[in-house]
């Protein structure tokens, strides 16, 4: 037996046993975790420094240094996400709906742990405890295989959570880390579809399509984010320009910021000068169509590429409709099914966009940055699903659950 195999036996073993805890158990235990996190804070930055001086030694991007760095703030706020998700209603054992046959069979539809989650991840060491406490929570074992590059980082947080387990009286064996780096060993964690019931990548569009396309193990796509702002005809420019700045340069390393703004062409004029200055302060590089450049002339001219582009950078592709049907077909046509706003005082367009985009999250006149587990009151997420199967959107508790029929008889047999 592989080391691997050995680790998927040992998440076998815990998952039956994650499944006669208690909701007051598994909170005891995720308050001790967080309390560990934050007792090890010291000990976790010292090793993400190791992590963080390795990044700019390879000339790593700085919105993805953003992405591995943590400081006290983060780390408290990986713990809060913890805490936040004890106060939760417990999903498992949720009686999701129940009726009666003719024959006097009574079945209940009854919500169970996925199992054994796999998790694939590069670069974000907060999505070891994010992906731990949800896990947890909802009676899942999990194994991790964080990227090479937040290696220290999440052995360092791995331990600490697994050190909450063990006061706990939990095995620690609910939460296990791949530390071997090598790229063969994410292969053969593909291949342990005998131990691990689905797995779930979260990271690059190259990360996610590898995982889809050689995965053996049943695969949750977390996809990229080309997220749009259309500014339509009727919209409050200023309210949409300072949406946009939220939108694009808060963070530029995450998957929920603004990567392409669409401008109706009757505001176009007015608003695209309000848009760049919003904008001037972090230096954000326009490119556009056309008529983009026709009133913003030192802009960049946009290929086809680029309207498609997640860039995680200080760049923002521009192009300008007729109206919102055509808004909403380039980004139908260019979107990574993440996250889309609208901004509008119309009813019938905000209605129109929210019912045809095909995203797993639509708004209205707000930024697309609130695409988070922690925003929707989920305490924290495993990532946010582009697909349809089997959840879409930001994945919390519920997400990570199936479903089991329980059937009770008084001694009925088949005719």
Same mark, same amino acid.
């Given at each position: 037996?592989?080391?691997?195999?050995?680790?998927?036996?040992? %998440?076998?073993?815990?998952?039956?046993?994650? #499944?006669?805890?208690?909701?007051?158990?598994?909170?005891?235990? *995720?308050?001790? =975790?967080?309390?560990?996190?934050?007792?090890?804070? %010291?000990?976790?930055?010292?090793?993400?420094?190791?992590?963080? #001086?390795?990044?700019?030694?390879? $000339?790593? /991007?700085?919105?993805?240094?953003?992405?591995?760095?943590?400081?006290?703030?983060?780390?408290?706020?990986?713990?809060?996400?913890?805490?936040?998700?004890?106060?939760?209603?417990?999903?498992?054992?949720?009686?999701?709906?129940?009726? &009666?046959?003719?024959?006097?069979?009574?079945?209940?539809?009854?919500?169970?742990?996925?199992?054994?989650?796999?998790?694939?991840?590069?670069?974000?060491?907060?999505?070891? !405890?994010?992906?731990?406490?949800?896990?947890?929570?909802?009676?899942?074992?999990?194994?991790?295989?964080?990227?090479?590059?937040? +290696? /220290?980082?999440?052995?360092?947080?791995?331990?600490?959570?697994?050190?909450?387990?063990?006061?706990?009286?939990?095995? !620690?064996? !609910?939460? &296990? *880390?791949?530390?071997?780096?090598?790229?063969?060993?994410?292969?053969?964690?593909? $291949?342990?579809?005998?131990?691990?019931?689905?797995?779930?990548?979260?990271?690059?569009?190259?990360?996610?399509?590898?995982?889809?396309?050689?995965?053996? +193990?049943?695969?949750?796509?977390?996809?990229?984010?080309?997220?749009?702002?259309?500014?339509?005809?009727?919209?409050? *420019?200023?309210?949409?320009?300072?949406?946009?700045?939220?939108?694009?340069?808060?963070?530029?390393?995450?998957?929920?910021?603004?990567?392409?703004?669409?401008?109706?062409?009757?505001?176009?004029?007015?608003?695209?000068?309000?848009?760049?200055? %919003?904008?001037?302060?972090?230096?954000?590089?326009?490119?556009?169509?056309?008529?983009?450049?026709? +009133?913003?002339?030192?802009?960049?001219?946009?290929?086809?590429?680029?309207? $498609?582009?997640?860039?995680?950078?200080?760049? *923002?592709?521009?192009?300008?409709?007729?109206?919102?049907?055509?808004?909403?077909? /380039?980004?139908?046509?260019?979107?990574?099914? /993440?996250?889309?706003?609208?901004?509008?005082?119309?009813?019938?367009?905000? @209605?129109?966009?929210?019912?045809?985009?095909?995203? =797993?999250?639509?708004?209205?006149?707000?930024?697309?940055?609130?695409?988070?587990?922690?925003?929707?009151?989920?305490? !924290? @997420?495993?990532?946010?699903?582009? #697909?349809?199967?089997?959840?879409?959107?930001?994945?919390?508790?519920?997400?990570?659950?199936?479903?089991?029929?329980?059937?009770?008889?008084?001694?009925?047999?088949?005719?």
């Amino acid at each position: 037996m592989t080391n691997l195999e050995k680790m998927g036996q040992n %998440a076998v073993n815990a998952k039956y046993r994650l #499944q006669l805890l208690t909701t007051e158990e598994k909170n005891k235990a *995720l308050e001790l =975790a967080a309390n560990k996190l934050l007792e090890k804070k %010291a000990d976790i930055i010292r090793e993400n420094e190791l992590d963080i #001086q390795a990044g700019k030694e390879k $000339g790593m /991007h700085p919105g993805l240094l953003d992405r591995l760095k943590l400081n006290e703030d983060r780390i408290l706020a990986m713990a809060e996400g913890i805490l936040q998700i004890v106060k939760l209603p417990d999903p498992v054992g949720e009686v999701m709906e129940r009726f &009666q046959r003719p024959n006097g069979l009574d079945i209940e539809k009854r919500r169970v742990p996925l199992g054994v989650i796999g998790i694939i991840y590069e670069s974000r060491p907060n999505v070891t !405890a994010d992906a731990f406490g949800l896990c947890f929570k909802a009676g899942n074992a999990v194994i991790l295989k964080g990227g090479s590059d937040a +290696i /220290h980082s999440n052995i360092a947080i791995a331990n600490a959570l697994r050190e909450g387990l063990q006061e706990a009286g939990i095995t !620690a064996d !609910a939460l &296990q *880390l791949i530390e071997d780096t090598d790229r063969e060993v994410t292969k053969a964690f593909m $291949g342990l579809k005998e131990y691990v019931d689905v797995l779930i990548p979260r990271g690059s569009a190259g990360l996610i399509r590898t995982v889809t396309e050689n995965s053996t +193990i049943p695969v949750i796509e977390t996809g990229t984010g080309n997220c749009h702002i259309y500014v339509d005809e009727s919209a409050d *420019l200023a309210m949409a320009a300072a949406i946009l700045k939220n939108a694009k340069t808060q963070r530029i390393g995450v998957c929920n910021a603004c990567e392409s703004l669409v401008v109706h062409k009757n505001v176009a004029e007015r608003f695209l000068p309000m848009a760049k200055e %919003a904008l001037t302060e972090s230096r954000v590089e326009i490119r556009g169509d056309e008529e983009t450049l026709s +009133i913003l002339p030192d802009c960049s001219k946009a290929t086809e590429e680029d309207f $498609g582009t997640e860039y995680l950078d200080y760049i *923002l592709s521009c192009k300008i409709v007729d109206n919102v049907e055509e808004a909403i077909a /380039h980004i139908n046509k260019y979107n990574t099914k /993440h996250s889309e706003a609208i901004i509008t005082e119309n009813k019938e367009n905000a @209605e129109k966009f929210l019912q045809t985009v095909d995203a =797993a999250c639509v708004y209205v006149n707000a930024s697309t940055r609130y695409t988070d587990g922690f925003e929707f009151g989920f305490g !924290a @997420e495993i990532g946010i699903s582009t #697909q349809m199967l089997h959840a879409r959107g930001p994945m919390g508790l519920k997400e990570l659950t199936s479903y089991k029929y329980a059937i009770r008889g008084t001694g009925q047999v088949r005719p």
